[in-house]
């Protein structure tokens, strides 16, 4: 069936060091994408968007890339630092702004 | 403070009661959507509002759910009869209509005894 997955549940990094967080979808159809920040207790938060129409997207700090071809979303965090440490989900909007959440991957940064 | 308020912030009832979940969008949003989430895991879309349209229930995982959201500002969430399995933070989140980001509150942590 369709789904949002990510193909690592816990990610360890080094403060300092870059990290990438990989997702995977399957419906070519999906137009819009989001990663969302989840810290203990607290909602999600938006970091970035994507539309189906660019392949790159930079922030503060941070890039989203999406590979049409392969169905693959990557959120690139640079310079990590130890407020970085939190649950980060990938989205996708399929239909009618009906957001599909993938499981997410925690993301922890050693010092 | 101009983010989504949720209240109570932590909910813990007995097998069988009801519940009611409240949300505060940020002021101007047309659109608002429940979500569940089970430890550990992702977002469940629940129901979604936007305007004065039909709201979008088909995330409802029971007739035991439900909601009613007043105009464009405050929703209820409201379960009857809860269940165990019906333990999970519930969150609402907002945006300026459907096409934008939905800023998300900080959820109704509900456990069932």
């Known amino acids: 069936g369709e789904s949002v997955g990510l193909h690592l549940p816990t990610l360890s990094v080094q403060e300092g060091d870059n990290s990438i967080i990989n997702c995977a979808y399957s419906?070519?159809?999906?137009?819009?994408f989001i990663w969302y920040k989840q810290e203990s207790g607290k909602g999600p938060q938006f970091i970035i968007d994507?539309?189906?129409?660019?392949d790159k997207r930079q922030g503060q700090r941070v890039t989203v890339l999406l590979n049409k071809t392969v169905k693959h979303l990557s959120l690139q965090i640079a310079a990590t630092q130890p407020g970085d440490s939190a649950v980060y989900f990938c989205?996708?909007?399929?239909?009618?702004?009906?957001?599909?959440f993938g499981q997410g991957t925690r993301l922890t940064i050693n010092p | 403070g101009a983010g989504v308020s949720q209240s109570p912030s932590n909910k813990v009832t007995e097998k069988g009661k009801d519940v009611e979940l409240r949300c505060d969008p940020i002021?101007?949003?047309?659109?608002l959507y429940w979500y569940r989430q089970r430890l550990g895991q992702g977002l469940e879309f629940l129901i979604y509002?936007?305007?004065?349209?039909?709201?979008?229930k088909s995330g409802l995982p029971s007739d035991r759910f439900s909601a009613e959201r007043t105009g464009e500002s405050v929703s209820t969430l409201t379960i009857q009869r809860t269940q165990q399995e019906d333990s999970a933070v519930y969150l609402c989140?907002?945006?300026?209509?459907?096409?934008?980001?939905?800023?998300f509150g900080d959820g109704t942590r509900l456990s069932i005894l």
């Open positions: 989140a907002s945006s300026w209509d459907g096409n934008q980001p939905q800023h």
């Open positions: 994507i539309r189906s129409n660019m």
């Open positions: 002021s101007g949003h047309t659109a």
């Open positions: 419906n070519s159809a999906s137009d819009y």
């Open positions: 989205a996708e909007k399929r239909g009618a702004q009906k957001l599909v």
């Open positions: 509002f936007q305007g004065n349209s039909a709201p979008d």
